[in-house]
T-cell receptor
Framework: GNSVTQMEGPVTLSEEAFLTINCTYTATGYPSLFWYVQYPGEGLQLLLKATKADDKGSNKGFEATYRKETTSFHLEKGSVQVSDSAVYFCALVTGNQFYFGTGTSLTVIP | KAGVTQTPRYLIKTRGQQVTLSCSPISGHRSVSWYQQTPGQGLQFLFEYFSETQRNKGNFPGRFSGRQFSNSRSEMNVSTLELGDSALYLC????????????FGPGTRLLVL
């Protein structure tokens, strides 16, 4: 079946540290991949996406590359800020349906 | 363009009651999906509507139902509420069904006492 597996949190980093949140997927067909972010008390916001293998999505300093050979879409940021504290969800869409990971909580401390 | 709106934002009900939540998608979007988010289960897919037809359904009991109107607005209904139905209910819209990006509303937080 289709599924998304994310690294478990919570993750706590100091400001300006490097961030990696791992995401791997299992899917039939050719999925599109997404990272969404959820700030406290809010809905999910699209952070970035990639629609085919080797595509790199990027936004606000975050990047993720669609790796078909390793079925991965890891999220990275070179220097995190306190304002990046949120829950991050990896997701895929295939066959008209979205599948979300369980979310990874990130806290950035000054 | 206005984003996805959900009403009400907060709701308190008691066991056995029923509740109706509303979602207005982004103008021009025809697909509306509903999700239940809880700390223990994460984000779980309820159902998706496209052009007034239910296209996909998640693994929830028949107490959870929905519909979509001709203007793409959607409602979901939960009957005979249980304590475990306490959750954040998120609605997401997209242009069409398929690989389109979903845009989420702020959610309706339901507390069942």
């Amino acid at each position: 079946g289709n599924s998304v597996t994310q690294m478990e949190g919570p993750v706590t980093l100091s400001e300006e540290a490097f961030l990696t949140i791992n995401c791997t997927y299992t899917a039939t067909g050719y999925p599109s991949l997404f990272w969404y972010v959820q700030y406290p008390g809010e809905g999910l916001q699209l952070l970035l996406k990639a629609t085919k293998a080797d595509d790199k999505g990027s936004n606000k300093g975050f990047e993720a590359t669609y790796r078909k050979e390793t079925t991965s879409f890891h999220l990275e940021k070179g220097s995190v800020q306190v304002s990046d504290s949120a829950v991050y969800f990896c997701a895929l869409v295939t066959g008209n349906q979205f599948y979300f990971g369980t979310g990874t909580s990130l806290t950035v401390i000054p | 363009k206005a984003g996805v709106t959900q009403t009400p934002r907060y709701l308190i009900k008691t066991r056995g009651q029923q509740v109706t939540l509303s979602c207005s998608p982004i103008s021009g979007h025809r697909s509306v999906s509903w999700y239940q988010q809880t700390p223990g289960q994460g984000l779980q897919f309820l159902f998706e509507y496209f052009s007034e037809t239910q296209r996909n359904k998640g693994n929830f009991p028949g107490r959870f139902s929905g519909r979509q109107f001709s203007n793409s607005r959607s409602e979901m209904n939960v009957s005979t509420l249980e304590l475990g139905d306490s959750a954040l209910y998120l609605c997401a819209s997209s242009m069409t069904s398929g690989k389109e990006t979903q845009y989420f509303g702020p959610g309706t937080r339901l507390l069942v006492l």
